[in-house]
């Protein structure tokens, strides 16, 4: 009769060899975001008036032009929104709708107006609306579900 073990060793170098490869996968990561933060970084903020040609960084309001969208959740006019369901059970989530949506809008400071098409672009706003319901509650105070067009 003889009987199989495996050595305490063994059961490390698979652990080790994951962790040594998610730990790459991280460094490369950081070092993307770390580029990236340097290009914008170096971007000084422009006048609308005299824009350069390439990346530009301006500030002002921005308008809508032929087009708005009315947001799913709060059924308010915008020219962007990222909307998002989320059911909780446990600390497990899952997202029951997911949505991010924008059309060009123009961008008005003290010197002109610009265009901005917003093809692929990654929007850095706050969340306005963020509510939860409890176990017994209805609806979140503020949802306004739209019905109909997404487009106004």
Same mark, same amino acid.
């Given at each position: 009769?003889?009987?199989?073990?495996?050595?305490?060793?063994?059961a490390?170098?698979?652990?080790?060899?994951?962790?040594?490869? $998610?730990? %790459? #996968?991280?460094?490369?990561?950081?070092?993307? @975001?770390?580029?990236d933060?340097?290009?914008? !970084?170096?971007? &000084?903020?422009?006048?609308? $008036?005299? %824009? #350069?040609?390439?990346?530009?960084?301006?500030? @002002?309001?921005?308008?809508?032009?032929?087009? !708005?969208?009315? &947001?799913?959740?709060q059924?308010?006019?915008?020219?962007?929104?990222?909307?998002?369901?989320?059911?909780?059970?446990?600390?497990d989530?899952?997202?029951?709708?997911?949505?991010?949506?924008?059309?060009?809008?123009?961008?008005?400071?003290?010197?002109?107006?610009?265009?901005?098409?917003?093809?692929?672009?990654?929007?850095?706003?706050?969340?306005c609306?963020?509510?939860?319901?409890?176990?017994?509650?209805?609806?979140?105070?503020?949802l306004?579900?739209?019905?109909?067009?997404?487009?106004?």
């Amino acid at each position: 009769m003889s009987s199989l073990a495996f050595p305490p060793e063994a059961a490390t170098v698979p652990l080790a060899a994951i962790g040594l490869v $998610a730990g %790459l #996968a991280l460094l490369v990561r950081g070092f993307e @975001g770390y580029r990236d933060a340097g290009r914008i !970084t170096g971007t &000084s903020r422009s006048r609308i $008036a005299s %824009l #350069a040609v390439g990346e530009v960084l301006v500030s @002002g309001t921005a308008e809508p032009i032929e087009l !708005t969208l009315v &947001s799913p959740l709060q059924s308010k006019p915008c020219v962007y929104y990222r909307s998002k369901i989320t059911e909780s059970r446990d600390s497990d989530g899952r997202d029951l709708f997911r949505e991010d949506r924008a059309v060009g809008f123009a961008v008005r400071d003290a010197s002109g107006t610009v265009r901005v098409f917003p093809n692929g672009a990654a929007f850095d706003v706050p969340d306005c609306f963020d509510e939860t319901t409890g176990p017994w509650s209805g609806d979140p105070i503020g949802l306004e579900l739209r019905t109909g067009s997404a487009f106004a």
